[in-house]
C-alpha cells in the first residue's frame, strides 16, 4: 500500500542515482542520551531501510558515504565499531542482496580496511556481481581529493596517455566511479551544507537536498520526501533556461 506521500511522486522522473550523506549519528546518540555507537548501530537501521525503498522505487544507483579517509581520526574505539557494524552488515545483509537483485559495490582507498573487513566486501561483492536491478555502491576510506589523486597517479603510471588525449570524458574512465552514471541527487541528513570531500568531481551538476533529519530518522517517506522535491526543479547542466529547453526538445 502506498504511503500518502508516495502518491504525489512521478514515476516517469525518478532519478537514477542518489547519493546519501549519512549525517548525524552522533547527534542522535546525544539527544538520546547514549553513546555514540548506539547511534552508528541505529544508522545501520536506516541503511537497511533506504535500500529496500530505493529498490522498491526502481532506483538504479544509490551510492551512501559510509566512511570517510578523514574518519580514521577517530578514536580507535568508535572505527573499530563501525568496521564491525560494517562487517556485520555485509555478513547479514549479502543474500538478501543478492536475492532482491541488488547488486554490491564499494569505492574509496579499500586496501586501508581491515583485512578481515576487506575479505567480507569482496565476498559479498562476488555474490551479487550479476544483480542489475540496483547498484549499491558503498564509500568507505573515501575521500573526494584522495580520489583525484589516485587518478592523476594513475594516468602518469599508464605511461600511455599523452597530455593531449585528457579530456573529462576520459579522466572519469580513472576515478573509482567509472562504472556509474553521475549522481542526479545528493541527499545530506542533519542540516549541514557542505560536502565533506565527497564525490567532488562527480556532483558538478547534481541537485542537492538537504534535511534537518538526523540519519538514525532517515526513512522511505524521507527519501520520497527529497525526491519529489528534485522532481520540482528544472536541471540546467550550466546552461540558461533557455538553452535548457533546446536541450530538452532535442
Known amino acids: 500500500m502506498k504511503g500518502k506521500t508516495e502518491t504525489y511522486l512521478d514515476k516517469s522522473k525518478i532519478p537514477q542515482?542518489?547519493?546519501?550523506?549519512?549525517?548525524?549519528?552522533?547527534?542522535?546518540?546525544?539527544?538520546?542520551?547514549?553513546?555514540?555507537?548506539?547511534?552508528?548501530?541505529?544508522?545501520?537501521?536506516?541503511?537497511?531501510?533506504?535500500?529496500?525503498?530505493?529498490?522498491?522505487?526502481?532506483?538504479?544507483?544509490?551510492?551512501?558515504?559510509?566512511?570517510?579517509?578523514?574518519?580514521?581520526?577517530?578514536?580507535?574505539?568508535?572505527?573499530?565499531?563501525?568496521?564491525?557494524?560494517?562487517?556485520?552488515?555485509?555478513k547479514k545483509e549479502g543474500k538478501k542482496l543478492a536475492e532482491n537483485d541488488i547488486k554490491l559495490n564499494a569505492i574509496g582507498r579499500l586496501s586501508e580496511l581491515p583485512g578481515d573487513v576487506y575479505n567480507v566486501l569482496t565476498e559479498t561483492i562476488n555474490i551479487t556481481r550479476h544483480c542489475k536491478s540496483l547498484t549499491l555502491t558503498l564509500a568507505l576510506s573515501y575521500g573526494g581529493r584522495e580520489e583525484i589523486v589516485d587518478a592523476i597517479r594513475e594516468i602518469i603510471s599508464n605511461g600511455n596517455i599523452s597530455p593531449h588525449e585528457i579530456d573529462e570524458i576520459s579522466f572519469s574512465k580513472f576515478l573509482y566511479t567509472a562504472d556509474l552514471i553521475e549522481p542526479d541527487l545528493l541527499i545530506r541528513t542533519?542540516?549541514?551544507?557542505?560536502?565533506?570531500?565527497?564525490?567532488?568531481?562527480?556532483?558538478?551538476?547534481?541537485?542537492?537536498?538537504?534535511?534537518?533529519?538526523?540519519?538514525?530518522?532517515?526513512?522511505?517517506?524521507?527519501?520520497?520526501?527529497?525526491?519529489?522535491?528534485?522532481?520540482?526543479?528544472?536541471?540546467?547542466?550550466?546552461l540558461t533556461s533557455d538553452q535548457t529547453g533546446k536541450r530538452d526538445a532535442r
Open 190 to 238: 542533519s542540516g549541514e551544507l557542505r560536502l565533506s570531500n565527497f564525490l567532488l568531481w562527480q556532483l558538478a551538476y547534481t541537485e542537492i537536498y538537504v534535511t534537518k533529519t538526523l540519519w538514525p530518522d532517515f526513512r522511505k517517506r524521507h527519501l520520497i520526501k527529497a525526491i519529489i522535491n528534485y522532481q520540482k526543479r528544472e536541471r540546467r547542466f550550466g
Open 17 to 90: 542515482h542518489i547519493v546519501i550523506i549519512m549525517d548525524g549519528n552522533g547527534r542522535w546518540a546525544k539527544r538520546k542520551g547514549t553513546d555514540r555507537i548506539s547511534g552508528h548501530k541505529e544508522g545501520m537501521k536506516s541503511v537497511k531501510a533506504v535500500v529496500k525503498a530505493a529498490s522498491e522505487l526502481e532506483i538504479k544507483f544509490i551510492t551512501l558515504f559510509a566512511f570517510s579517509a578523514q574518519n580514521w581520526q577517530r578514536p580507535k574505539i568508535e572505527v573499530d565499531a563501525l568496521m564491525e557494524l560494517l562487517k556485520e552488515y555485509l
